[in-house]
């Protein structure tokens, strides 16, 4: 397969985001910027390799093979095994949605998520990506990413509700805070009767590769209790890296 068709079949892969999970062959075509049957000689092959699926209404999403493949990712086998037993005790004590994120370069990538049966509101999905000024896990993220990305985040703060800080003074200051206190929350910023509490996942060297946050619908009660819980969570998935990379 040569490098110009090799292109192409990554742009009708590219085509698919949080927004464009099912798309037709001629909506593919033109988000991929290809002739029609140029799309549909290689949708067929994507779709005979398993990196696509075709629904019984005639839409494609993308295959369950892909999904395999993206879980052999170091991101998603070291650090999403590492962190799942800790994901699941937060989830059998709270019984509130837990979030395990990356930074991707301006978002917040989910790269796990165990649903709550609290009646809250909650817009992320495992490889979902969403800003990082208007989520606990995202402001994590953004308090120890690099000085050229937090100011790429600054000059495009959009509004998502009407609690969304959009002014960059009070999200600095936000992020400092993270920084000293250890943890970040928002108050729907992301979504109405959702407030977040994150923390930092540090690796085995002493640096920030993840956030993990927990999603209730008030935080005034508790905020101390679940941001001391989630920390105690993080040095366990810490632990368990450190005791990973040495074995």
């Keep these: 397969m040569s490098a110009s068709v090799t292109s192409r079949a990554l742009d009708l892969l590219g085509a698919f985001d949080a927004d464009h999970r099912a798309l037709t062959l001629s909506a593919l075509a033109r988000r991929a910027g290809l002739p029609l ?7 067929g092959e994507l779709s005979r390799w398993g ?10 999403v993308i295959g369950r093979r892909l999904w395999d493949l993206g879980l052999l990712a170091p991101v998603q086998a ?3 095994q590492a962190a799942s037993p800790f994901l699941h005790d937060l989830y059998g004590a709270t019984l509130a949605t837990v979030h395990l994120a990356v930074r991707d370069g301006t978002e917040a990538l989910y790269i796990d998520r165990l649903s709550g049966h609290v009646s809250v509101p ?4 495992i490889g ?15 308090a120890y990413a690099p000085e050229d990305i937090v100011t790429e985040v600054l000059s495009n703060l959009t509004r998502v509700t009407a609690y969304t800080i959009t002014q960059p003074v009070r999200l600095l200051e936000q992020i400092r805070r993270v920084r000293a206190d250890g943890y970040a929350t928002t108050g729907e910023e992301m979504s109405l009767g959702a407030c977040s509490v994150a923390v930092p996942v540090r690796g085995a060297g002493g640096e920030v590769v993840a956030a993990l946050g927990i999603v209730v619908p008030d935080l005034r009660r508790v905020r101390a209790r679940l941001a001391s819980a989630l920390q105690v969570a993080a040095q366990g998935i810490t632990r368990t890296l450190t005791s990973a990379e040495r074995k």
């Design 51 to 60: 990196a696509l699926d075709r629904l019984d209404s005639g839409e494609y």
């Design 37 to 43: 049957a140029t799309a549909h000689r290689l949708v």
């Design 78 to 80: 070291g650090l999403r």
């Design 128 to 142: 979902s990506r969403l800003p990082m000024h208007a989520t606990g896990v995202g402001k994590v993220l953004l």
């Design 122 to 125: 909650v817009l992320s999905e």
